[in-house]
């Protein structure tokens, strides 16, 4: 049977092949059924026309109907601002316009009647409506039974096709009306009653023809929980059908390697947090299964040798180990200090990158192929076609943020039997996005800090206030310390930037004049040579300050740098700015991060200024991350494009994922195919919204 809301939407009256390519380009609307997916945004309560009179509160929206006059333009030679009297038989309020001011002088007619839709604002103790929504009167618009009306995103190209808001509407009641009796149930019934969910056909009518306020909200919440409980079933059967299908390599044993480092070779006593992680990879790549596991931990917590111990588990089990970083330097600090970690036991290590010369190259190749070398560390380049593994046993990510998700599966793709994962991230993710983001891995969390960490103590300072800086740097000097300090890059103005940095880098040579201060500077767009002698001047501590944009955001280990001063801060995201604080606060002595600003700071910047001075917990800061920023720009989701949801939040929906995680999760297990004929429709639709045809007869 074909169902009729996956019509092609140009067949639908109105639309034609013209409005569908726009339709199809701005919402991505194919089909009938896709515009009902194209949900209002807020609804227009038709029912209530208030009176100016009654006008008495700013967070309340207000619907008037009334006559505008007394138009003034103010500003000279060009206006910049419109107001005018907005009146009904109760009084008079004022409205302005800032923007748009052509079509304000021309969009009034005296005498006529419009409506005018928004909140009020408090000015000189007076209300007014700055940018109200405006429609010209239609006593229509307002009869019984359609009180509520959907307002829907348009876009430019949208309007110039006719396509407003409105237009939309149409459209969309125009499908209702026609097709609604197609729209079938897909929720498997048994949780549509204990869930007492609206009926999903009964949902698509109210949210966009919703008979009262109530009926809405039901409306929004039933197509919520349908948004994420396929979102939950996809990543669940993924994880499922994975585990079934893919047979992992087994670390049966624990050899040589492990025990001659964990014996003689360890530097410091393990945290409990660290060997509990450790047990549960060794359960999880000793069990047959492939291990797909996120390794979450504050920045600086340890993560780097519970990775090389897994690693020396690899080889004891005659399995080669890869450790993949986002950076050069980061690879390279890794190289570093394993070898240095195992330097007394035969272990054969390389490091690839994009800078290894092709000779060098080809070597790595060769001894990657034949099994010669056993331990890989290195960037992007390890994931390159070239690089053939004789018997590739583990993957450790490091900074997972910095890796699409698309680059974990290419790593993951390199074997037939494929290696075990481990993905280490350092900044905590909030545990919405681990149920989404993340939700088809195991989760391992390392939640202590090593021993005799003394918090990093944040003080935020405004450009006015420098010489205080400079004099804190001076006195940090002289106590042997080492100081970074970090400018933005971003990417638009990079140049532009990089003249910040600069002249950054030029007062500070005044301030810290040559021979009793040493500055080094290290930038993206430095050659690699030149960046390793300068990193490595300040690794020996032969410069006291180093002067750098982001590059030295993840994973870069110096001890002695304790003070950590951030210029421009507010341009900075949260967990960026915690990852840059990371940097110090690793030794024994108190370190610091100075935050500095301009005075004037956006809301957003002065939040984000409070949170960092207030706390120290990563999972904290993720969260006010997530709240001020949304999900699309939280650490690790920016290249995902994964977690744009229509109705959901992850912002505020954490309760409900979780509880819906749960109940996909009892589904699986009691039927994990989706077998049962109460569950056909569900799986149906997730086929089809997935578009991949599931072997779930692979699913065991
Ligand atoms: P991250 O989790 O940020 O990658 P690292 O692995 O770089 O952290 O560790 C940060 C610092 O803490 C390193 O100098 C490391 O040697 C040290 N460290 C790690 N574990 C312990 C421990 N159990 N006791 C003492 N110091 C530790
Ligand atoms: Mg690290």
Redesign the pocket.
């Known amino acids: 049977m074909v169902n009729l809301l996956e019509n092609k939407i140009e067949y639908l009256k109105g639309v034609g092949p013209k409005r569908a390519l726009v339709l199809k380009k701005e919402l991505g609307v194919e089909t009938f059924g896709d515009l009902l997916n194209c949900f209002p945004f807020r609804h227009i309560d038709k029912s209530r026309i208030y009176t100016v009179a009654e006008i008495e509160d700013e967070s309340v929206y207000y619907q008037l109907v009334g006559t505008v006059s007394n138009l003034k333009s103010y500003g000279n030679p060009r206006a910049t601002r419109i107001t005018a009297d907005f009146n009904d038989e109760s009084g008079t309020i004022e409205l302005v316009w800032f923007k748009g001011l052509t079509w304000v002088k021309t969009r009034f007619a005296p005498g006529k009647k419009y409506v005018i839709f928004g909140k009020v604002s408090a000015f000189n103790n007076k209300f007014n409506f700055v940018h109200p929504d405006v429609e010209d009167f239609n006593p229509e618009d307002f009869t019984l039974g359609e009180s509520l009306q959907g307002v829907y995103n348009s876009s430019e190209a949208l309007k110039n096709n006719g396509l407003g808001s409105k237009q939309l509407a149409k459209l969309i009641k125009n499908v209702l009306l026609h097709t609604g009796n197609a729209i079938q149930e897909v929720i498997p019934k048994s949780i549509l009653v204990s869930e007492q969910l609206l009926p999903r056909n009964e949902a698509y009518f109210q949210i966009h023809l919703p008979s009262n306020m109530n009926l809405l909200k039901k409306a929004h919440e039933r197509l919520r929980f349908e948004e994420y409980f396929f979102f939950q079933l996809q990543l669940l059967h993924n994880k499922l059908n994975r585990e079934a299908v893919i047979k992992g390599h087994v670390f049966s044993k624990v050899g040589n390697y492990f025990n001659e480092f964990f014996h003689t070779q360890l530097?410091?006593?393990?945290?409990n947090a660290?060997k509990r992680v450790i047990r549960e990879i060794r359960i999880d790549t000793g069990s047959g299964k492939q291990m797909n596991r996120l390794l979450q931990?504050d920045?600086?917590?340890?993560?780097?040798?519970v990775a090389l111990m897994v690693m020396l588990l690899a080889l004891d089990n005659g399995f080669q180990a890869a450790l993949m970083a986002p950076t050069e330097i980061l690879a390279n600090q890794h190289f570093a200090s394993l070898t240095e970690m195992l330097k007394e036991i035969p272990v054969q290590i390389a490091l690839l990158t994009g800078s290894t010369k092709t000779s060098e190259r080809k070597i790595i190749y060769n001894k990657l192929t034949d099994g010669g070398l056993q331990i890989v560390i290195g960037t992007h380049a390890l994931i390159e076609d070239t690089v053939i593994f004789k018997r590739l046993g583990l993957v450790v990510i490091d900074e997972q943020h910095r890796f699409g998700v698309a680059q974990r599966a290419r790593l993951y793709d390199k074997n037939t039997t494929p290696p075990h994962m481990l993905v280490m991230t350092?900044t905590p993710i909030p545990r919405t996005l681990a149920m989404t983001q993340y939700g088809d891995l195991d989760n391992s969390q390392i939640d202590e800090m090593?021993?005799g960490r003394k918090p990093v103590e944040t003080i935020h300072l405004f450009h006015s206030q420098r010489l205080r800086m400079i004099g804190f740097m001076k006195k940090q000097i002289a106590l042997g310390r080492q100081i970074y300090v970090v400018y933005p890059i971003i990417k638009e103005s990079e140049k532009l930037d990089l003249i910040n940095l600069q002249e950054g880098y030029a007062s500070l040579l005044r301030d810290f004049p040559e021979p009793d201060y040493r500055i080094c500077v290290v930038h993206g767009q430095m050659k690699s040579e030149d960046k390793d002698f300068e990193m490595q001047r300040f690794v020996k501590g032969q410069a006291h300050i180093m002067v750098a944009t982001t590059v030295i955001e993840v994973?870069v280990?110096i001890?002695n740098a304790s003070v950590m001063v951030i210029e421009h801060a507010d341009r900075f995201g949260l967990s960026q700015l915690h990852q840059l604080r990371?940097r110090v606060g690793?030794g024994a002595d108190q370190s610091f991060c100075v935050l500095m600003t301009d005075f004037k700071l956006t809301a957003d910047g002065r939040k984000r200024m409070q949170t960092m001075v207030s706390t120290n917990d990563g999972f904290k800061i993720a969260e006010a991350d997530l709240q001020l920023r949304g999900p699309g720009d939280t650490a690790g989701t920016r290249q995902s494009g994964l977690l744009e949801f229509r109705l959901g939040n992850l912002a505020k929906d954490e309760k409900i994922i979780q509880h819906i995680r749960r109940i996909v999760i009892e589904l699986l297990n009691k039927d994990s195919k989706l077998t049962l004929a109460e569950n056909q429709p569900a799986k149906n639709h997730f086929e089809r919204i997935y578009k991949k045809n599931f072997d779930w007869s692979l699913i065991g």
Not at 299 to 305: D, E, L, M, W
């Open positions: 530097p410091f006593p393990l945290t660290q931990g920045v600086g917590s340890g993560k780097t040798i350092a090593p021993p994973g280990n001890p990371g690793r």
